[in-house]
């Protein structure tokens, strides 16, 4: 039998797939090498709209967040108020018939704790610094006052729904990482390491369920972990530009003794 000359056989029919193939396969990766990543400025105003925009978030003088905590592995259940006001003032009471009463402020200078356990204690260094960057209640829609830089480094699935990883760097203190969700634009979940008087500790808090509260869509519940336990944060309610007494933010008379024994720190930037 007569063998047709045209017809390829095996190793020139390889030979011309995988010369029409190799360009068309190599063009893949190009594509997504060459894929912009957005950047920090691009996630953070997509999440201030997704979340009820500018505009709702500048009329917002105050809020008071009323919440629980558990802690499931210690059977504890704690009962959390939050009050924050602009610029940057907070004031935190946790309350537990095992903890007691724990509070933790800041009169925009001065920041300080009080326990049973610890007793009364001003925050200095680091410390102070981290506590006044994550208590700001603008901290999202004014990122740069509190962030050196921000940089989009890839995408990591959380929860099983794919998310931009944003490093952010803040203005003293370690790197921490926001995982910010692809199609709503939410944060599903930050990572960080806080100074304590513990020293370094990593903590990871995953938050869900956003529902809107006057306005603002919020986590309602924020799931974290510390040094392998876990702390569930269930917000209950959340009023904003309410009437909140004068002197809810004072530094109380144990603070001040220690303020005045120690000098006070440098004053916090103004706004």
């Known amino acids: 039998m007569r063998r047709d000359r045209n017809r390829l056989g095996p190793k020139p029919l390889r030979r011309a797939l995988l010369a029409v193939l190799l360009p068309v396969t190599g063009l893949f990766p190009a594509l997504a090498e060459e894929a912009p990543l957005p950047s920090a400025d691009a996630l953070f105003e997509r999440y201030v709209e997704a979340t009820g925009g500018r505009a709702a978030y500048e009329a917002v003088r105050n809020a008071v967040t009323e919440a629980t905590m558990e802690m499931p592995a210690q059977g504890i259940a704690m009962k959390v108020t939050i009050w924050v006001a602009r610029p940057n003032l907070s004031y935190a009471r946790t309350e537990s018939d095992v903890t007691g009463r724990i509070e933790k402020g800041t009169d925009g200078t001065v920041v300080w704790e009080k326990s049973v356990m610890t007793g009364p204690r001003v925050l200095e260094g680091q410390e102070r610094e981290d506590y006044l960057r994550e208590s700001a209640p603008d901290k999202f829609l004014r990122w740069r006052d509190y962030y050196e830089s921000g940089e989009v480094t890839g995408v990591e699935d959380v929860a099983g729904r794919p998310c931009w990883v944003l490093v952010l760097t803040p203005r003293g203190g370690k790197p921490q990482t926001v995982y910010v969700d692809r199609e709503s634009g939410l944060i599903s979940k930050v990572a960080m390491t806080l100074d304590t008087k513990m020293g370094s500790v990593p903590v990871e ?67």
Do not use: C, H, M
């Open 205 to 271: 808090t995953w938050l869900e369920d956003y529902r809107e509260f006057e306005g603002i869509k919020s986590a309602l519940r924020a799931r974290t972990k510390v040094v392998g336990q876990e702390r569930v944060l269930t917000v209950t309610s959340i009023r904003r530009n309410v009437e909140i007494p004068p002197d809810r933010f004072a530094l109380p008379a144990e603070i001040q003794a220690l303020v005045a024994k120690r000098g006070a720190p440098p004053a916090a930037p103004a706004e």
